[in-house]
Structure formats: C-alpha cells, structure tokens
C-alpha cells in the first residue's frame, strides 16, 4: 500500500445519502471510458486535474479575468462575457483574479491519505447510519492504483467502502481491489449491444460478463439503472433488469434511477460541448417512474425503490 499515490478528483460531496446505505461522503474521480447521452457529471469526462468553470450571471464586468488570461479566451460579445473554450487550457488564472466567483476551479490532484484524512472526520456519522465512503466518477477504475490504495486505507479504519462502476473493463482490473469493497453500484445503461453502443459510445458485454463474475464470486452488488424518457425507457429494457436480479439471486436487487436536468447546465459551465453534445431529455414526473417501478416488479424483478 502506497499513501502517497496520487489521484485526480473533481470534488467530495460530504453527507450523501443516495450513493450506498447511511450517510456517506461520496469522492467523485476524473476521468470516463464512456459518453453517456445523459451524462451527469460531465466535468468528470477527462481526466486532466481541473476545470473551469464559468457562470455567467454571476459576472460583474471587472474585466480582471481578461489581463489574467495568457490566451485571451475571455471577449465581451453584444454585452455577455464568453469564453473561447477552444483556447482555453483550465490553467486557472483568471479564476484567481475572480471577485464574484463567476468564475472558479473545480477539481484537483490528491493523494489517497488526504483523501482519507478528509472523509474521515465523518466517521462518526458512518458509525451512527451504517454510512462509510463511496467512490464515484466518472469512472474510477480508470485511476486503479489509487482506487486500490484509498480503500485499503479505508479498510484500516473499519470504514465501509463502496465503488460506483460502469464495469465496462476486464475483470482482472479489479483484482487487489475488489476484496476491499464491501459493496459494488454497477450500472446497467442499456438492454443490447447496439442500444448500448448508442446510449454510451461503448460495448456492453463486459458489463454482462463482470456481473457475472461478481455474483459467482460471492460479491455484494445493487445494480444501477438509469432510465432516460424516450431512449431506454423500453420494455426489453425493464424485463432485462428484471431479469438480472432473477438470475444473479445474491445481489441485493436493481434500482431505477429517473433522468435529471442537471448535467445540461453543466456542459456549458465547464465548456464541454466539444466532449459531450447537449442532449436534453424530458423529466419524468412521479407517476410515470412509478409505472416504471410497477412494470420491472410485474415481469419479476427485485427492485430497492420505494413505491
């Protein structure tokens, strides 16, 4: 175990409750393998140490940001301030010379103990909750070793540890990481090889493959299901997910996840329209992820959402 590996995060969300049981603090890594069309983190897509980001309302007009830029990114058009996001290297000196914080850096590079050190001092809401930490992205398999160095870390604590995953890697990957997640989120996108390829920009078999390995391996795992009104909302879609929680009886079951609005607003603030194109979809209402949640339970499913 190295303490000193070091690791790129956008942020630590203490007080989570909807990323694995009780309170938890919910690390966020940079970097994905995917291009989901709903993305919600999209500042989490690369994997370079920080982004800018930029909200325009905030802005008073200074004009400090525009002296601080070696690029000359920033330009007043028709009276709104832009940025030129194609020129723009996140260096983060014209967030420096920001007063109204219109302007700010998001994200930074951590070693695997301050990361500990950080979560750590909610341990005492760990302990009265069931709580613990939750590594999130992005997808944080893409930065391995200090996955594997903050959940040993963890486990030196008694902290409960568990790893949100897309699963779309080998197997092997997991290894030496694996026996210190006391609980895997896997997310299931998109029912057949094609409908995932569209939704995500990757292949699906591996996602198949490791749910398997992780149920033969005596793994616990809650499979995560994104449902996006008018793409995945099908119903080869939601007898498959009730088919998973049939097939792999030892998983804790599925749980539906209704499309939110929040990563729309995001691919403009950190200038990520080059990375992820705007692809907004419509909200569902209450009723309709109800009728969601009644469909999966009629074809047999075991789903963790409340009725």
Not at 85 to 90: F, G, I, Q
Not at 127 to 139: D, F, K, N, V, W
Not at 234 to 253: D, M, Q, S, V, W
Request: hydrophobic share 35%; glycine share 8%; aromatic share 8%.
């Amino acid at each position: 175990m190295d303490k000193s590996i070091l690791g790129r995060i956008s942020d630590i969300q203490h007080f989570s409750i909807h990323d694995g049981p009780g309170i938890r603090s919910s690390v966020f890594l940079k970097g994905c393998n995917l291009r989901c069309l709903w993305c919600h983190n999209p500042e989490n897509i690369l994997s370079r140490g920080q982004e800018l980001s930029f909200v325009p309302s905030r802005c008073i007009f200074c004009g400090y940001c525009f002296r601080a830029c070696p690029n000359g990114c920033h330009s007043i058009v028709n009276n709104e301030h832009k940025i030129d996001w194609d020129k723009c290297t996140r260096c983060g000196r014209c967030a420096t010379e920001c007063y109204s914080k219109a302007l700010t850096v998001v994200g930074r590079t951590i070693s695997a103990q301050e990361v500990v050190d950080e979560i750590s001092r909610d341990e005492i809401f760990y302990e009265t909750s069931g709580g613990g930490i939750t590594l999130s992205g992005g997808e944080p398999m893409l930065q391995p070793e200090f996955v594997k160095n903050i959940l040993a870390l963890c486990k030196q604590r008694g902290i409960h540890t568990a790893l949100e995953t897309c699963a779309v890697y080998d197997y092997g990957k997991l290894d030496g990481i694996r026996e210190n997640v006391d609980l895997f989120l896997v997310d299931y996108k998109a029912t057949g090889a094609q409908a995932y390829k569209e939704c995500t920009g990757a292949d699906n078999h591996f996602v198949l493959e490791n749910l398997q390995k992780l149920h033969d391996d005596g793994f616990n795992v809650l499979i995560r299901c994104p449902i996006i009104p008018g793409k995945n909302d099908t119903p080869e879609h939601f007898k498959k997910i009730a088919e998973l929680t049939r097939t792999y009886p030892n998983f804790i079951g599925a749980e539906l996840l209704p499309y939110h609005r929040l990563g729309v607003s995001k691919i403009d603030r950190f200038g990520l329209d080059n990375q992820l194109p705007h692809r907004e979809f419509v909200t569902p209402d209450k009723d309709t992820v109800l009728r969601w949640v009644d469909t999966v339970r009629r074809y047999g499913g075991r789903l963790v959402n409340e009725d």
